[in-house]
Structures are given as C-alpha cells and as structure tokens.
Antibody, heavy 120, light 106 residues
Framework: QVQLVESGGGVVQPGRSLRLSCAAS????????MHWVRQAPGTGLEWVAG????????YYADSVKGRFTISRDNSKNTLYLQINSLRAEDTAVYYC?????????????WGQGTMVTVSS | IQMTQSPSSLSTSVGDRVTITCRAS??????LNWYQQKPGRAPKLLIY???TLQSGVPSRFSGSGSGTDFTLTISSLQPEDFATYYC?????????FGQGTKLEIK
C-alpha cells in the first residue's frame, strides 16, 4: 500500500545538524511533489519545504530558509531534510507528505512523523 | 498569505451540524484544502480544491467557498469526528495552514 516512513529524528544539541529521511513505497515516487511539514508540541501545522523533482528549485518557509535543505533521490524513493544550526524552536514532529498529484499543494499521504528535540 | 480559522475551539454534540470557517488574507481562488488531525496521529486530507471530497472521506463532510472565504461543514457529527481541523492554502508557497479548530465533546 502507499506508505511514507520517516526516520532520523532524536535529541540533538543546539547548533548541531540532523538529516531526516522519508522512505516512500506503493506509488511512483518520481511523479509526485513531496513536502515536509512540522508540528511543535501543542501547536498547529507548519509547512517547511517542498520539492517537485530533482532539478527544479525547492521551496522553503522563511523560518527555515538558509538552514534547511530538502532533497530527493528518485532512484531510492527517498525524501530528505537536512537541518543545520538547530535551534530550540525547531523542536517538533516532522512529517513528510505526498502531493496528491505533481504540484497541487494538497497532501494526501502522510508519514507517521519523526520527533526532533533540540536541547542541551 | 495568512489563514485565519474560526472558531479556535467548539463544544459540540453528536448529531450536531458544524461549520468551521477559514479566511485568507488575499484571494486564493479555490486553492484551499482541509485536514483532520486526531491526537498523536498524522493529519488526514478531507477536502481539496475547496469543495472536492478526498476518496474515502464520508459524505457528511463538505466544503465551499472561493476567493478569501471558505467553510467546512460536517452535516451530522459522529463520535469519530472529534478532532482538530486545519485549512491550508495551496495558491502560493509557503503553503500556509490555519491555526486549527478543535472540536470538543459538549
């Protein structure tokens, strides 16, 4: 079945880096836009970044621009999020999400989420 | 683009008709999506393009609106519908979400 499985979260010290992964299965990964959405504890959803293919420039929320890098490897059916210079405010559950088509911006499949805690 | 939902929370009962509103800070045509999220779970797409029901979503959910004002209606609330609902605009990046509306049992 269609599935997204995130990994790579954990407890990290401020200023360090982390790479999240999202393994996709059950659909033709290269045909769909993919996104990261985060949710800080007790708060709402925040779109973080999106990528449509391996050549088009990705998109980022202003709050993460310059520190986060989204990428994808279509040969491995995997989405990534590189997070540098981690801050306390980056503490959140990070979800990867699949666009329902190439670039509609509506996310029909979500992973279970991976928790990132930034703490010294 | 800022998305503002109202109310932030709502105490309701099984069988009630519920309407949640979402307002965009500028016109987004019909690029508006609705999600349901239950505690500890990932969000679930309910409606896309303002009024199109996602496959598998019960018909008691409906959406309407265009431009800046949108509504999500649940015609007869069921026990499994107590959750938090988010609107999201997909007109332009960043694809911003509303702050959420939490449906609570009265």
């Amino acid at each position: 079945q269609v599935q997204l499985v995130e990994s790579g979260g954990g407890v990290v010290q401020p200023g360090r880096s982390l790479r999240l992964s999202c393994a996709a299965s059950g659909f033709t990964f290269r045909n769909y836009g993919m996104h990261w959405v985060r949710q800080a504890p007790g708060t709402g959803l925040e779109w973080v970044a999106g990528i449509y293919d391996e050549v088009t420039n990705p998109y980022y929320a202003d709050s993460v621009k310059g520190r986060f890098t989204i990428s994808r490897d279509n040969s491995k059916n995997t989405l990534y999020l590189q997070i540098n210079s981690l801050r306390a405010e980056d503490t959140a559950v990070y979800y990867c999400a699949k666009d329902r088509r190439y670039d509609t911006g509506a996310f029909d499949i979500w992973g279970q989420g991976t928790m990132v805690t930034v703490s010294s | 683009i800022q998305m503002t939902q109202s109310p932030s929370s709502l105490s309701t009962s099984v069988g009630d008709r519920v309407t949640i509103t979402c307002r965009a800070s500028q016109s987004i045509n019909n690029y508006l999506n609705w999600y349901q999220q239950k505690p500890g779970r990932a969000p679930k797409l309910l409606i896309y393009a303002a009024s199109t029901l996602q496959s598998g979503v019960p018909s008691r959910f409906s959406g309407s609106g265009s431009g800046t004002d949108f509504t999500l209606t649940i015609s007869s609330l069921q026990p499994e519908d107590f959750a938090t609902y988010y609107c999201q605009q997909s007109y332009s990046t960043p694809n911003t979400f509303g702050q959420g509306t939490k449906l609570e049992i009265k």
